[in-house]
């Protein structure tokens, strides 16, 4: 069976660079969610979409923004990156808004020098 | 907001014993809890999941039990295997409002040979 898609798997920036994270859901699944996960800790919510429009909001930082496009897959802007984003950021993708089970992506590690 | 309590944080056992987890939820609407296995370095992976309406599920080895009205789940991992070790989360999703999960802390299931 298809699985959640991102890409790229591994990035390495540098402090105060920009970078762009994405994610491709399962087929016919309409809702998208963004994870970070630090090292020894549990995925933190970052931010949601369903039917390509935001559904809710975590702790996002003002720095990063996300969309949703008509294909349903989304994208995870960073700007200005820190030492402290480098993590591993998940994608997870459901069914009709979040009704349904979450299942994620293989994560991309991000690590910033 | 939903608060997820998750014991132990680590859990030694011996190949072939039995392992339990417990979570404790304290949103009385919460009616959705999964249970997530992660691998390092890997993908959070939905390994049994439970909906409020039912008070125990059972897939093969593993087992989630459900007490609604103490607010507590479990996760029962029998004839534990090697390959059982990895990072367990349990998480509650409420029935209203916003989808999104919230996760324990994680346990770390360390099964020695």
């Known amino acids: 069976a298809a699985g959640v898609i991102q890409s790229p798997r591994h990035l390495i920036k540098e402090k105060r660079e920009t970078a762009t994270l994405k994610c491709y859901p399962i087929?016919?699944?309409?809702?998208v969610y963004w994870y970070q996960q630090g090292p020894g800790q549990d995925p933190q919510f970052l931010i949601s979409f369903y039917e390509k429009m935001q559904s809710d909001k975590g702790s996002i930082p003002d720095r990063f923004s996300a969309q949703q496009f008509s294909d349903y897959h989304s994208e995870l802007n960073m700007s200005s990156l820190e030492l402290g984003d480098s993590a591993l950021y998940f994608c997870a993708s459901s069914l009709e808004g979040g009704t349904y089970e979450q299942y994620f992506g293989p994560g991309t590690r991000l690590t910033v020098t | 907001g939903e608060n997820v309590e998750q014991h132990p944080s680590t859990l030694s056992v011996q190949e072939g014993d039995s392992a339990v987890i417990k979570c404790t939820y304290s949103d009385s609407a919460s009616n959705y809890f999964p249970w997530y296995k992660q691998e390092l370095g890997k993908r959070p992976q939905l390994i049994i999941d439970?909906?409020?309406?039912?008070g125990e599920k059972k897939d093969q080895r593993i087992a989630v039990t459900l007490n609604k009205t103490a607010k507590h789940f479990s996760l029962h991992i029998t004839e534990t295997q090697p390959e059982d070790s990895a990072v367990y989360f349990c998480a509650a999703r409420s029935s209203g409002g916003s989808y999104i999960p919230t996760f324990g802390r994680g346990t770390s299931l360390i099964v020695h040979p």
């Open positions: 439970i909906r409020s309406n039912v």
């Open positions: 087929p016919r699944h309409d809702t």
